[in-house]
Structures are given as structure tokens and as C-alpha cells.
């Protein structure tokens, strides 16, 4: 079964300074790899993701991602944050069909002016 | 503009009793589903419907049930049966077109509370 883990529950960083959120997954065939970020109190919204081809994904709002298949991992990355960045951020991984992607248990991340 | 609807925004249910949470997209995809929301357990999906009249069971069906019966509605009971309700309900659509559209859409949220 695929199972995503994400370490870090909270993260806070300043703005202007640069920001990586882990994500590490379990998959045995070359994962289909999602990150979604959560406002308060509302849906979620895609950011990236990751199907094939090059490892590296860039996404809206700046953000971008690399897959490394060695290290299993998918991990996102803002060069610059800004206060509007807080919120809630999820990895997923999925099989092919999003009716099966498995979340992460998410990372809460503050931005300090 | 298109989008998922869900409503109400907040829902309160007492012991013993069935409340339902309405979802509603206009982006004419075919496949639907419900999550939940749990503090510090990221989202775990409950059903999901891939076309109109077929639904079938994610990883936490127990205590739920869900209809669908028009393409843009896709309704979930809570029924009596879920002893631990209380938790953030998540609706989102997909559009099963091509493999490029892999991504899912999401309403708002519904927040279920006992009372």
C-alpha cells in the first residue's frame, strides 16, 4: 500500500527567507506525487505536481519541487516566503487515479514578519 | 464562475440522528469524492463516485453512505451509525478526461460537530 510521510508538523520561518517541506513517500511503481496547500477553514488547492519526465516541477505561487527516486522523496521549496504563504501543506502520493491518493498528515507553517 | 459548492458551512448533529452534507459542482466532471479531515491525520477519503449511479467505498465508509444520482450532486450521510462524526468534510471533483487533468478540485468544507 502507498503511504506518504511528511516529518515536520509545524514549521516557522521569516519572511523573505527560504522555505522546504519534506515529503517522503512509499510506492512501488513510479508514484504519481501532489502538493496541495490548506487555508483555514478551506478546501485544499493545488500547488505542483509530479508525473514524469523532469524531476523538477515548479508550481504556482513561486513554489517548486523535486522528485528524487533514491531518496523516495518530494520535497517543496520557495526560495523567498511571504507572509501570505501560512497555511497548511499537504504531499500526496497516488497510483495513477487521484480516487486513490493518500495524503500526508500535513505541515503548519507560520511565517514571522 | 465554475466550482464545488459545499453546504452548510457548519453542521451540528445530536445523538442518534442522520444529517446529510450537500455537495454541488458546475465544472462537469465525472468523479467525485468525500474526505475527512481529522487534526493532525491529513485527509482520509470516505467514498468516491467515478460516474453517475456507481460509488464505491475509500479507506473509512463506515457510518457514511452517499448517492449519486446526478452528475453534479454528490450527497453524504452521516449516518447514526459513525460514533465519532465531529471533523472536517471535504468534497472535491476531478475531471476524468485525460491523465494531464490529474488533480483535484475542492469545495470549502463542511465542519461537523456533536452537540
Known amino acids: 500500500a502507498q503511504s506518504v510521510t511528511q516529518p515536520d508538523i509545524h514549521i516557522t520561518v521569516s519572511e523573505g527567507a527560504s522555505l522546504e517541506l519534506r515529503c517522503n513517500y512509499s510506492?512501488?511503481?513510479?508514484?504519481?506525487l501532489f502538493w496541495y496547500v490548506q487555508s483555514p477553514g478551506q478546501g485544499l488547492q493545488l500547488l505542483l505536481k509530479?508525473?514524469?519526465?523532469?524531476?523538477l516541477v515548479q508550481g504556482i505561487k513561486g513554489f517548486e519541487a523535486e522528485f528524487k527516486r533514491s531518496q523516495s522523496s518530494f520535497n517543496l521549496r520557495k526560495p523567498s516566503v511571504h507572509w501570505s504563504d501560512a497555511a497548511e501543506y499537504f504531499c500526496a502520493v497516488g497510483a495513477g487515479t487521484a480516487s486513490k491518493l493518500t495524503f500526508g498528515t500535513g505541515t503548519r507553517l507560520q511565517v514571522t514578519l | 464562475d465554475g466550482g464545488i459548492t459545499q453546504s452548510p458551512k457548519y453542521l451540528f448533529r445530536k445523538e442518534g440522528q442522520n444529517v446529510t452534507l450537500s455537495c454541488e459542482q458546475n465544472?462537469?466532471?465525472?468523479?467525485m469524492y468525500w474526505y475527512r479531515q481529522d487534526p493532525g491525520q491529513g485527509l482520509r477519503l470516505i467514498y468516491y463516485?467515478?460516474?453517475?449511479?456507481?460509488?464505491q467505498k475509500g479507506d473509512i465508509a463506515e457510518g457514511y453512505s452517499v448517492s449519486r444520482e446526478k452528475k453534479e450532486s454528490f450527497p453524504l450521510t452521516v449516518t447514526s451509525a459513525q460514533k465519532n462524526p465531529t471533523a472536517f468534510y471535504l468534497c472535491?471533483?476531478?475531471?476524468?478526461?485525460?491523465?494531464?487533468?490529474?488533480?483535484?478540485?475542492f469545495g470549502s468544507g463542511t465542519q461537523l460537530s456533536v452537540l
Open positions: 509530479y508525473f514524469s519526465g523532469d524531476t
Open positions: 463516485s467515478q460516474i453517475v449511479n456507481d460509488f
Open positions: 465544472l462537469n466532471h465525472d468523479a
Open positions: 472535491a471533483s476531478r475531471d476524468t478526461g485525460t491523465v494531464s487533468n490529474e488533480k483535484l478540485f
Open positions: 510506492y512501488g511503481a513510479t508514484p504519481y
